[in-house]
């Protein structure tokens, strides 16, 4: 079973900081990673994708892949409470016609 | 771009009844769509992955004939959950990738299933 694995939570972090997302996974074949944000009861919503080593920036937003070390995180600058969700780490490979597995996902929770 | 449109967003059905599920790529031709169901404080799990015009390929322990899949277009794919039974409550979530070529997968809205 390929595993991607997530630091369940509560993440909780103040308005304004930083707060760091960390994914692990275990199929070294992964060739796509995504971080989706998830409200409670809604579905899941693309917020990075990134596909080669090294910083991919989009706004707020900084996704970071290490596949030497089988890593990918989610880094979200200035946090605000309307980030507070569960963030799912998402990994795929064209052997499963790049269907997404899915790690738990972390609750993040910003306090004003 | 890429609106990926689930409906019904909610369905309350009887134990023993059938209810259809449909997810539309509405601005893209979707390659492939994939149907998910997540229980409570849970993650997705894939249930079935469709390429239009071919049969469905189902994940390991889901039913096939439970859970038919057509994906009759580019942009139309169904889940019909066929003699609904209360443990097949749950939040159905469809997904499309293809936008732009792209292997990036955008989600419905999700539908929930409550058989009473």
């Known amino acids: 079973q390929k595993e991607v694995e997530q630091n369940s939570g509560p993440l909780s972090v103040p308005e304004g900081a930083i707060a760091s997302l960390n994914c692990t996974y275990s199929?070294?074949?992964?060739?796509?990673f995504f971080w989706y944000r998830q409200y409670s009861g809604k579905s899941p919503e693309l917020i990075m994708s990134?596909?080669?080593?090294g910083d991919k920036e989009d706004g707020r937003f900084t996704a970071q892949l290490n596949k030497a070390s089988q890593y990918v995180s989610l880094l979200i600058r200035d946090s605000q409470p309307s980030d507070s969700a569960t963030y799912l780490c998402?990994?795929?490979?064209?052997?499963?016609?790049?269907?997404?597995?899915f790690g738990k996902g972390t609750s993040l929770l910003v306090t004003p | 771009g890429a609106v990926v449109s689930q409906h019904p967003s909610r369905v309350i059905c009887k134990s023993g009844t059938s209810v259809k599920i449909e997810c539309r790529s509405l601005?893209?031709?979707?390659?492939?769509m994939f149907w998910y169901r997540q229980f409570p404080k849970k993650s997705l799990m894939l249930m079935a992955t469709?390429?239009?015009?071919?049969?469905?390929?189902?994940e390991q322990g889901v039913e096939k004939d439970k859970f038919l899949i057509n994906h009759a277009s580019l942009t139309l794919s169904t889940l019909t959950v066929t003699s609904a039974h209360p443990e097949d409550s749950s939040f159905y979530i469809c997904?499309?990738?293809?936008?732009?070529?792209?292997?990036?997968?955008?989600f419905g809205q999700g539908t929930r299933l409550t058989v009473v």
């Open positions: 998402a990994v795929s490979n064209s052997n499963s016609g790049y269907a997404l597995n």
């Open positions: 997904s499309a990738s293809g936008y732009r070529g792209q292997t990036e997968a955008f």
């Open positions: 601005d893209f031709q979707a390659t492939t």
């Open positions: 199929d070294r074949g992964s060739q796509s």
């Open positions: 469709s390429n239009e015009g071919s049969k469905a390929t189902y």
């Open positions: 990134i596909y080669s080593n």
